[in-house]
């Protein structure tokens, strides 16, 4: 899977897939109006949405593959590369796709606010699984916004369009919050792998070669994106992923500093700090007291 397809326009992909461009920046996509094809990759310089209704083969990511199961919806943002892994062999496309510029979308309330929308940043793997309720509500808001697609453009249009994207999406936000509660086994080993991740990095010499852990080296290690990861944290526990990794990082902090042979210079150093002040500003700021304070009281 060699070839790189790149579109950057919504007639692009229209063309590509036998599609008449009603509308230059939004369109509604039938992938059964499409020839047989193959696997490639693609590059898109707009939104999509993709709700696939065959079994094409492994969808790609980055560096990793998805078994791309029928009826899952993927998110992809601008300037993001997907594609089909299924070994040359042709299929005939099936399902449906929305796909919209961001210049749609500038001056709007979505325009001000689509970095909400993580699960844009989200990889193929943790693609949204629709229940069959789900799948009939997402292909009706592409019914709403193709019949507004197929009216004379005036005035209402954009508004009407863009509203509609907004709701969709903000039904996509409860599908995913029903799919992190559904799947919370699945969920439970990565916070417990998340656990373990930050009890060996602290144990290692990483804080000192590498520094202070980060929310994308954790989510990178475990294997997900930076933004199912840290959404994920914070349904399960509450907390920021930032938020749980400072928590452990002074945990640790609080354990070192009972050992008054080491100075908080030494400490601040072993836990990957660069500058003892950051270490000490960090420290009280979560626990009240400056470390110092902190090991005079205990």
Avoid: W
Avoid at 132 to 152: A, C, G, H, M, T
Avoid at 173 to 179: A, G, I, K, L, N
Avoid at 236 to 256: P, R, V
């Amino acid at each position: 899977m060699d070839k790189l397809l790149r579109f950057n326009t919504i007639s692009e992909y229209n063309a590509f897939n036998n599609i008449i461009t009603r509308h230059p920046l939004v369109s509604v996509i039938d992938f059964s109006k499409a020839d047989e094809r193959t696997g490639s990759r693609i590059n898109v310089g707009f939104y999509a949405i993709l709700l696939k209704d065959v079994k094409c083969g492994d969808i790609t990511y980055g560096r990793r593959t998805y078994d791309y199961q029928e009826g899952t919806l993927v998110f992809l943002a601008p300037g993001q590369v997907a594609g089909i892994d299924n070994k040359g062999v042709f299929y005939q496309p099936k399902g449906h796709a929305l796909v919209f510029h961001p210049d749609l979308i500038h001056g709007t309330s979505l325009g001000r606010h689509i970095q909400d929308y993580t699960f844009f940043g989200y990889q193929s793997n943790e693609a949204l699984h629709l229940s069959e309720r789900e799948r009939s509500i997402v292909l009706d808001y592409f019914s709403k916004i193709n019949y507004e697609l197929e009216q004379s453009i005036d005035k209402h249009s954009k508004r009407l369009i863009v509203a509609n994207i907004e709701l969709l999406l903000d039904y996509c936000v409860r599908f995913y919050d029903r799919q992190f509660i559904t799947r919370d086994h699945v969920h439970k080993g990565v916070l417990e792998r998340f656990e373990n991740l930050l009890n060996n990095y602290f144990e290692s010499e990483k804080p000192q070669t590498i520094g202070l852990p980060s929310v994308a080296y954790c989510a990178d290690e475990l294997n997900l994106s930076p933004n199912y990861f840290g959404d994920l944290v914070k349904k399960e526990t509450g907390k920021t992923a930032q938020e749980y990794i400072q928590s452990k990082l002074i945990d640790m902090a609080k354990e070192k500093i009972f050992d008054t042979n080491k100075t908080v210079s030494q400490i601040a150093y072993e836990l990957g700090f660069k500058y003892p002040q950051h270490f000490a500003r960090v420290f009280k700021q979560r626990v009240g007291r400056t470390p110092l304070e902190f090991r005079m009281l205990n």
